[in-house]
Each structure stands twice: as C-alpha cells, then as structure tokens.
C-alpha cells in the first residue's frame, strides 16, 4: 500500500504565495511521475504541473511564470510553490503519482486526498 498526504493549503489575499507539500509513504519501491491537479467548485479536475524522476517538468499555461514545481525524491515529496495568486486559482489541489510498491514490483496509481486552496480578499 501507498499514501499521498497533501498539506500547505489556506486561504490568502489575491497576489499572495503558498506552498504545498504532498509526501508518499508505504512500501515503496520507487515513484515515477508526480503531478498535481486541481479542481475548482463545478469544474473538472485539471493538471497543474507534472515532473518526472529526472527532472523533467511541464506546465498548464495558466500557471506558467506564477507555479513551480519540484521534488526531493530521499524524501519521496512533491512541493508546488504558488506565487502571485489569483481568486481563479482557488480550487482543492490533489497530488497524483505513480508508485511501485515493494510488495509485488507492481505501479499503482495513487491520489491524495486534496488540500484546499482559497484565494479571496
């Protein structure tokens, strides 16, 4: 079994900064891809931003410049830095990965439980 535990969100000002954390835990052999998502009230769920073991990262456009992904992978979290906030960024933000887990080599793909973002004045 694998867990993703999202933390970080709030509510803060338009213009404002946060930064989420979203730490795997359980019989881990190894963690591919991780993501974030976000969906807002009456909205479907879209990605943020994705970086692979290597490093490699990709942005939705609209939080190219603002957003910044990364990780630490001895510590198998996934951070999203948000800066310079916006009410359209308010949404709950879940963390996506693909995990293989110890037990039986096998990935699974693994969801967190979302952290809520409000951006309000």
């Known amino acids: 079994q694998a867990q993703l535990v999202e933390s970080g969100g709030g509510l803060v000002q338009p213009g404002g900064s946060l930064r989420l954390s979203c730490v795997a835990s359980g019989t881990i052999f190894s963690i591919n891809t991780m993501r974030w998502y976000r969906q807002a009230p009456g909205k479907e769920r879209e990605l943020v931003a994705h970086i692979t073991t290597t490093g490699n990262i990709n942005y939705a456009d609209f939080v190219k410049g603002r957003f910044t992904i990364s990780r630490d992978n001895a510590k198998n979290t996934v951070y999203l830095q948000m800066n310079r906030l916006k009410p359209e960024d308010t949404a709950v933000y879940y963390c996506?990965?693909?995990?293989?887990?110890?037990?039986?080599?096998?990935?699974?793909?693994?969801w967190g439980q979302g952290t809520l973002v409000t951006v309000s004045s």
């Open positions: 996506h990965a693909n995990i293989r887990l110890s037990t039986d080599m096998r990935f699974r793909e693994v």
